[in-house]
């Protein structure tokens, strides 16, 4: 999800030449309704309710289509958190 952020906020970077490197600050928010420029799929954890992080999969994947594979992942005792079961969201 970070690396999301990171990717979406593409079009604010700034060449340094001095260190031939691009940098940028990022006050992204993304939640339902946000459309998205650069990423066709993520790789996340399963998120905890009520998180910001959630928010962002929801807007990726459609509310429905997240409400589903999250309950398919508690139905089958997927693991959530940071250490927990991963999916791939295309």
Same mark, same amino acid.
């Given at each position: ?27 992204? &928010?993304?939640?339902? %309704?946000?459309? &998205? ?20 999969? %929801?807007?990726?994947? %459609?509310? @429905?289509?997240? @409400? ?8 089958? %005792? &997927?693991? &959530? ?10």
């Amino acid at each position: 999800t970070t690396s999301v952020r990171s990717i979406e906020s593409f079009d604010r970077l700034s060449y340094k030449k001095e260190t031939d490197s691009y940098e940028a600050d990022t006050d992204i &928010f993304i939640y339902d %309704g946000y459309e &998205f420029k650069y990423t066709d799929a993520i790789i996340t954890n399963f998120h905890l309710p009520k998180s910001t992080l959630l928010m962002m999969i %929801g807007a990726f994947m %459609g509310i @429905k289509n997240m @409400k589903s594979a999250y309950e398919y992942a508690i139905n089958n %005792g &997927f693991l &959530f958190y940071s250490y927990g079961d991963a999916m791939l969201i295309i």
